[in-house]
């Protein structure tokens, strides 16, 4: 049956960061201090996600179609910050030497960024006291830095599409995210929260 239990509209979001390794919090918990927040985000672009798979049509002498064979499958999620941040720059130009300040301020080399970067991403809806959270199972890596924009009639802002790599295969699954959605829960020390990336010890934006 129909529910619009099932159907949201978000009046907020946010997207985080986090090295490879770090805790992905169960059950509504928040997030602990490894996870950075990227900040303001473009609320009418919102979050894009796109999968792909390359299909591949076989056919029989009369052009009978016999079966199609379907692989290479991809996730990738595109978003856009409006600041310029500590957490935004490690994604954008991970291996950069910037360091940021208070009040909009900051100063220092932006070096060619290590494009195999890893790191772990989320990300967050909510409205009230309820939330949905999509987090990267294994890691993410930039698939693409779009345009940066700045003008004098809008907010300057960035394009990042980020690419979502799974788990190793487990039982003939491999797992992509971690997701939610439910009442946003404190931290109250439960002991069942999972390990992200366990094993995996390099750290966020290869520095």
Known sequence: MA???NAS????ADVYVAPLGSTIPQGGRPFDESWEQVGLLDGEEGFTETLE????DLYAWGGILVASTHNNFKVTRKFLPFEDNKAVYDIMYPGHDVEFGEGGRFEGNINVPDLQAKF???FETR????IKRTVSANYAQVAERGESTENATEIAKREITVAIYPTDPENDK???????KGP??????DEDENEGGEGRP?????R
């Open 53 to 56: 798979a390359e299909t591949e």
């Open 174 to 180: 491999a797992t992509l995210f971690y997701t939610y």
């Open 202 to 206: 390099e750290v966020f934006g290869g």
């Open 3 to 5: 529910s619009t239990d």
């Open 9 to 12: 509209v978000w009046a907020y």
């Open 184 to 189: 946003a829960r404190p931290d109250d020390g």
């Open 120 to 122: 772990m991403i989320a």
């Open 127 to 130: 409205t009230g006291d309820v």
